[in-house]
């Protein structure tokens, strides 16, 4: 109420000073930037308006902005309608205001689900490093088992082995793929006395 | 604030006096500065004539200060430079402070030369043998660090003849890596060589890849 009275009240400003103030054809813009859309699906609106439906990106970030442009001193409230297949929240910063000027600080960040990445080892007698990427862990001897740091949803990996224990030769089955939407639990590595 | 008053009186005394003002003695400055991302040990860096020796932090990422010992005077000029930089770290002046490490003394009244480091980063490749123009479709990753990288023979290639290639992305001094295949192409089965290292100095370039008929 108070600020349409305020509308009204600049309206007629501009209309008595006949001068281009610029707010009433509307020709501002609302937007920002978006981080962790791998996937499509999400989908922001404006006060409830037109869906403006976004592309995802290879980094997954990139920038947006709604194509219906608004006038000076309207209000903006961007809100995430829906998220990519892939993400477990897409989180609105910034995204309430005022426009004086083109809008360009509206973030969403969505967080892409994580997921398990682990398996199972036999045979293994001393220390081993296994590698996934930049991801190092380190087996203790006697372990049956290890895991991982957890890897987004869609993300390649490639477990492989770092440093063979001693005296052992450890193979690695099931190590590569593609996350999908459930943990990975099955890769599995063999050790036994070493081969050379 | 108290120091640049004193500064300008100093200098408001010497356009009066009209006198040479060379010897000041007293009138001292100090080049000094900050050194952002600096992780290994021997950076050097120097300023008029004299060679300055920064450690790495004692916190991981902490931003870490020096200190030229040489005292200039007002208006003797100063260009700090990297003369050495520290082993697997590339350095230089901010960018954000492009004009930090070089100026007159006693125009600002403090020095900080900005300088910023950064480890430094090479890429992973090899041979990949056994691949024809038919074989399409091989997609490659290093762990879940930089995505997926597609290997596209050459579209003319009828005997599979070694080519090279370089996954997307690259990998820090120090870090580990594992490549391995995500997708197998067309008509091939391979494997990789070398899959798996800690990054050095240099781009690998021994992950060879080996594809032969299914």
């Not at chain 1, 499509?40 to 920038?63: C, K, M, R, Y």
């Not at chain 2, 089965?189 to 100095?201: K, R």
């Amino acid at each position: 109420m108070k600020s349409s009275t305020l509308l009204a009240g600049s309206a007629l400003a501009c209309a008595l000073a006949l001068s281009g103030c610029g707010g009433s054809d509307g020709d501002l813009f609302v937007g920002g930037t978006f981080v962790g859309v791998t996937k499509t699906g999400l989908v922001l609106q404006n006060n409830g308006g037109a869906d403006l439906v976004i592309e995802p990106t290879n980094n997954g970030s990139g920038s947006f902005a709604f194509p219906q442009l608004v006038e000076t001193d309207s209000g903006y409230n961007v809100t995430v309608k829906s998220i990519p297949s892939n993400a477990s929240e897409c989180k609105p910063f910034n995204n309430t205001g005022k426009v004086a000027f083109n809008i360009t600080t509206v973030q969403i960040v969505c967080t892409i689900r994580q997921h398990e990445l682990k398996g199972s080892i036999t045979g293994l007698t001393g220390t081993l490093e296994l590698v996934n990427g930049s991801d190092k862990v380190t087996v203790a001897p006697g372990a049956t088992s290890f895991a991982m740091t957890k890897i987004n949803e869609d993300a390649p990996y490639a477990v492989g082995i770092l440093t063979q224990p001693a005296n052992q030769t450890c193979t690695v089955a099931n190590g590569s793929g593609t996350m999908g939407s459930n943990d990975v639990t099955n890769i599995t590595v063999t050790c036994g006395p070493r081969t050379q | 604030m108290k120091l640049s008053l004193i500064r300008s009186a100093g200098m408001m005394a010497m356009a009066l006096s009209l006198a040479s003002c060379g010897g000041g003695g007293d009138d001292t400055y100090t080049v000094a500065g900050t050194v952002e991302g600096l992780v290994y040990p021997n950076l050097v860096l120097t300023t008029n004539g004299v060679d300055i020796t920064v450690a790495p932090p004692a916190k991981a990422g902490d931003p870490v200060t020096f200190t030229s010992p040489k005292k200039l005077e007002y208006g003797d000029t100063y260009n700090v430079t990297v003369k050495t930089p520290p082993p697997h770290q590339s350095c230089g002046v901010d960018p954000r402070f492009q004009l930090s490490a070089a100026d007159t003394a006693g125009r600002l009244a403090a020095i900080n030369a900005r300088f910023v480091c950064v480890v430094n980063s090479y890429t992973l490749g090899g041979k990949v043998t056994g691949l024809t123009k038919d074989n399409t479709g091989l997609v490659l990753a290093n762990g879940s660090n930089t995505g997926t990288t597609v290997i596209i023979p050459s579209t003319t290639d009828t005997t599979g003849a070694a080519f090279d290639y370089q996954m997307a992305g690259s990998v820090q001094y120090n870090q580990t890596y594992s490549v391995a295949v995500i997708t197998q192409p067309t008509g091939r089965f391979c494997t990789v060589e070398n899959p798996t290292g800690t990054m050095g100095d240099a781009n690998v370039t021994n992950i060879n890849i080996n594809c032969v008929p299914r």
